[in-house]
Protein backbone atom coordinates (compact mmCIF):
# COMPACT_ATOMS: atom_id res chain seq x y z
CA UNK A 1 0.00 0.00 0.00
CA UNK A 2 2.92 2.43 1.06
CA UNK A 3 4.72 1.72 -2.79
CA UNK A 4 1.77 2.39 -4.52
CA UNK A 5 1.28 5.76 -2.86
CA UNK A 6 -1.64 5.20 -0.49
CA UNK A 7 -2.55 5.47 2.87
CA UNK A 8 -4.14 2.84 5.02
CA UNK A 9 -5.95 2.82 7.80
CA UNK A 10 -5.27 -0.56 10.14
CA UNK A 11 -8.14 -1.64 12.09
CA UNK A 12 -8.38 -4.33 14.71
CA UNK A 13 -11.29 -7.30 13.93
CA UNK A 14 -11.39 -7.98 18.23
CA UNK A 15 -12.77 -3.96 17.91
CA UNK A 16 -16.42 -4.25 18.89
CA UNK A 17 -18.41 -3.53 15.35
CA UNK A 18 -19.90 0.34 16.68
CA UNK A 19 -16.03 1.07 16.97
CA UNK A 20 -14.95 -0.63 13.61
CA UNK A 21 -17.87 1.48 11.85
CA UNK A 22 -17.59 4.73 13.64
CA UNK A 23 -13.53 4.94 12.06
CA UNK A 24 -14.64 3.87 9.02
CA UNK A 25 -17.65 6.23 8.92
CA UNK A 26 -15.01 9.06 9.97
CA UNK A 27 -11.64 8.20 7.94
CA UNK A 28 -14.40 6.88 4.88
CA UNK A 29 -11.49 4.64 3.23
CA UNK A 30 -12.01 3.64 -0.43
CA UNK A 31 -11.50 0.48 -0.40
CA UNK A 32 -12.17 -2.26 3.21
CA UNK A 33 -9.39 -5.20 2.51
CA UNK A 34 -9.34 -8.69 4.73
CA UNK A 35 -10.09 -11.94 4.69
CA UNK A 36 -13.42 -12.29 4.79
CA UNK A 37 -16.17 -9.54 3.30
CA UNK A 38 -17.59 -7.48 5.75
CA UNK A 39 -20.66 -6.28 4.05
CA UNK A 40 -22.00 -5.36 8.04
CA UNK A 41 -19.27 -2.51 7.87
CA UNK A 42 -18.52 -1.03 4.51
CA UNK A 43 -19.95 -1.48 1.03
CA UNK A 44 -16.73 -1.32 -0.78
CA UNK A 45 -15.44 -4.43 1.84
CA UNK A 46 -14.00 -6.99 -0.60
CA UNK A 47 -11.57 -10.57 0.38
CA UNK A 48 -8.01 -9.53 -0.36
CA UNK A 49 -7.73 -12.44 -2.30
CA UNK A 50 -10.35 -11.52 -4.42
CA UNK A 51 -8.80 -7.86 -5.33
CA UNK A 52 -5.00 -9.80 -5.78
CA UNK A 53 -6.28 -12.64 -8.35
CA UNK A 54 -4.85 -11.88 -11.57
CA UNK A 55 -3.42 -8.03 -10.32
CA UNK A 56 -0.93 -6.53 -12.31
CA UNK A 57 -1.18 -2.93 -10.60
CA UNK A 58 2.33 -1.01 -11.14
CA UNK A 59 3.32 1.09 -7.40
CA UNK A 60 3.53 4.46 -8.13
CA UNK A 61 6.92 6.11 -9.10
CA UNK A 62 8.61 6.81 -6.05
CA UNK A 63 8.81 10.54 -6.80
CA UNK A 64 5.44 10.84 -7.00
CA UNK A 65 5.12 9.58 -3.00
CA UNK A 66 5.97 13.21 -0.38
CA UNK A 67 7.27 13.34 2.75
CA UNK A 68 4.08 15.05 3.50
CA UNK A 69 1.44 12.54 2.20
CA UNK A 70 -0.20 10.46 4.45
CA UNK A 71 1.16 6.69 5.37
CA UNK A 72 -1.26 5.73 7.60
CA UNK A 73 -4.21 6.54 9.89
CA UNK A 74 -4.48 6.00 13.21
CA UNK A 75 -7.35 5.74 15.83
CA UNK A 76 -6.70 6.82 19.43
CA UNK A 77 -7.98 4.62 22.23
CA UNK A 78 -10.74 7.20 23.29
CA UNK A 79 -9.27 7.84 26.99
CA UNK A 80 -10.75 11.40 26.38
CA UNK A 81 -13.92 10.18 25.48
CA UNK A 82 -14.00 9.24 21.82
CA UNK A 83 -11.21 7.79 19.45
CA UNK A 84 -9.67 10.33 17.38
CA UNK A 85 -7.98 9.87 13.83
CA UNK A 86 -4.51 10.59 13.94
CA UNK A 87 -2.53 10.61 10.43
CA UNK A 88 0.90 9.50 9.75
CA UNK A 89 2.85 10.95 7.44
CA UNK A 90 5.88 9.47 4.96
CA UNK A 91 8.37 12.12 6.64
CA UNK A 92 7.50 11.41 11.00
CA UNK A 93 7.24 7.46 9.69
CA UNK A 94 10.91 7.92 7.91
CA UNK A 95 12.45 9.70 11.17
CA UNK A 96 10.51 7.50 13.57
CA UNK A 97 12.29 4.29 12.30
CA UNK A 98 15.62 5.85 11.73
CA UNK A 99 15.76 7.21 15.08
CA UNK A 100 14.02 4.57 16.87
CA UNK A 101 16.48 2.08 15.27
CA UNK A 102 19.63 4.16 15.84
CA UNK A 103 18.66 4.35 19.82
CA UNK A 104 17.75 0.98 20.41
CA UNK A 105 20.62 -0.36 17.77
CA UNK A 106 17.52 -2.16 16.34
CA UNK A 107 20.30 -2.93 13.45
CA UNK A 108 21.72 -5.35 15.19
CA UNK A 109 18.00 -7.72 15.02
CA UNK A 110 17.45 -10.42 12.64
CA UNK A 111 14.08 -11.12 13.82
CA UNK A 112 11.26 -8.87 15.54
CA UNK A 113 8.22 -10.09 16.77
CA UNK A 114 4.83 -8.65 15.96
CA UNK A 115 2.67 -9.19 18.90
CA UNK A 116 0.16 -6.35 19.30
CA UNK A 117 -1.77 -4.94 16.69
CA UNK A 118 -0.50 -2.79 14.35
CA UNK A 119 -3.72 -0.68 14.51
CA UNK A 120 -2.01 1.26 17.74
CA UNK A 121 1.54 2.23 17.07
CA UNK A 122 2.92 -0.07 19.81
CA UNK A 123 2.92 -2.73 16.78
CA UNK A 124 4.95 -0.44 14.40
CA UNK A 125 8.05 -0.31 15.74
CA UNK A 126 8.31 -4.03 15.53
CA UNK A 127 6.57 -3.68 11.90
CA UNK A 128 8.59 -0.36 10.22
CA UNK A 129 12.22 -1.60 12.77
CA UNK A 130 11.81 -5.08 10.89
CA UNK A 131 11.47 -3.21 7.70
CA UNK A 132 13.59 -0.23 7.96
CA UNK A 133 16.71 -2.80 9.19
CA UNK A 134 16.10 -5.59 6.54
CA UNK A 135 14.69 -8.22 8.96
CA UNK A 136 12.43 -10.92 9.34
CA UNK A 137 8.95 -9.86 10.83
CA UNK A 138 7.40 -12.53 12.98
CA UNK A 139 3.56 -12.50 13.67
CA UNK A 140 2.40 -13.98 16.82
CA UNK A 141 -0.86 -15.86 17.43
CA UNK A 142 -3.40 -14.76 19.71
CA UNK A 143 -2.34 -18.27 22.01
CA UNK A 144 1.36 -16.92 21.83
CA UNK A 145 0.57 -13.20 22.79
CA UNK A 146 -1.65 -14.44 25.61
CA UNK A 147 -0.33 -17.70 27.03
CA UNK A 148 2.90 -17.85 29.00
CA UNK A 149 3.94 -21.01 27.99
CA UNK A 150 3.34 -20.66 24.20
CA UNK A 151 4.82 -17.29 24.38
CA UNK A 152 8.11 -18.36 25.84
CA UNK A 153 8.14 -21.57 23.58
CA UNK A 154 7.50 -18.64 20.14
CA UNK A 155 10.54 -16.56 20.79
CA UNK A 156 12.68 -19.37 21.20
CA UNK A 157 11.52 -21.52 18.60
CA UNK A 158 11.03 -18.19 16.13
CA UNK A 159 14.51 -17.05 17.42
CA UNK A 160 13.26 -13.47 18.10
CA UNK A 161 16.03 -10.87 19.16
CA UNK A 162 13.41 -8.27 19.22
CA UNK A 163 10.35 -7.37 20.74
CA UNK A 164 8.39 -4.75 21.86
CA UNK A 165 5.76 -4.73 24.30
CA UNK A 166 4.18 -3.12 27.21
CA UNK A 167 5.16 -4.09 30.73
CA UNK A 168 1.88 -4.83 32.07
CA UNK A 169 1.15 -7.64 28.73
CA UNK A 170 4.87 -8.71 29.84
CA UNK A 171 3.73 -8.60 33.76
CA UNK A 172 0.46 -10.72 32.74
CA UNK A 173 2.69 -13.55 30.66
CA UNK A 174 5.06 -14.03 33.66
CA UNK A 175 2.49 -14.18 36.46
CA UNK A 176 0.65 -16.46 34.10
Request: net charge negative.
Amino acid sequence: MLRAGGAYLPLDPTWPAGRLQKSLTDAQPQLLLGESPREDLHEQSVRLADLLEGSQTEPAPLDSIHLDHAAYLLYTSGTSGEPKGVVIEHGQLLNYSAAVSEALELGACKRFALTSSVAADLGNTSLFGALWNGACLVVASDTDSTDAAAFARFVREQRIDCLKMVPSHLAALIED
